[in-house]
């Protein structure tokens, strides 16, 4: 079982607890079976805890996104040296800019929007607009750090700027 697997399983946990104490205990125990047959994924999933609890306020949108039926299984990807942002390293690739505009479907472009703007600029990156992609922008507060969520957009096929309206935001 791969480390996003085993974090979805961790956080369905919390969920079927409230509803069936025999269906947890069993979890429980087919994640500890696996961990057996590879301590490093037990490892990984630890730490990935660990991340969580030491950083509540930043970390509460990536339990919500590898829970997402639909787009929990992707990875962001962001270019070295932009995007600078405390993330579970699982979940994120650091790309160079040539892969970073790629059009890809298991890996997300991954930007911080403030309330100064999106970081990087998204709307003066030489070639991003080249297709239809998803884009996920990290809302944050530059001043407190406060982490307010992830909003995953659809950006059309000719687009020229980001979009920001609510049409394009993917639920």
Request: hydrophobic share 35%.
């Amino acid at each position: 079982m791969d480390i996003l697997h085993r974090i979805k399983a961790i956080f369905n946990l919390n969920k079927e607890a409230e509803q069936d104490p025999q269906d947890i205990y069993n979890t429980k125990l087919n994640l500890n079976k696996e961990a057996e047959q590879d301590p490093q994924d037990i490892y990984k999933t630890k730490m990935f805890y660990d991340f969580l609890k030491e950083n509540p306020y930043t970390t509460s949108w990536i339990v919500k996104f590898v829970s997402c039926p639909q787009h929990g299984n992707k990875r962001f990807k962001r270019v070295a040296g932009w995007s600078e942002f405390i993330i579970y390293e699982p979940l994120i690739d650091i790309v160079s800019f040539d892969e970073f505009i790629k059009i890809e479907k298991d890996r997300i472009p991954f930007f911080v929007g403030t309330q100064f703007g999106i970081i990087p600029k998204i709307n003066d990156m030489p070639g991003f607009f080249n297709g239809r992609k998803m884009i996920a922008v990290l809302g944050k507060s530059v001043l407190s750090g406060y982490v307010s969520g992830l909003r995953l957009y659809q950006v059309r096929k000719n687009a020229k700027k980001f979009p920001t309206n609510k049409q394009n935001e993917i639920k």
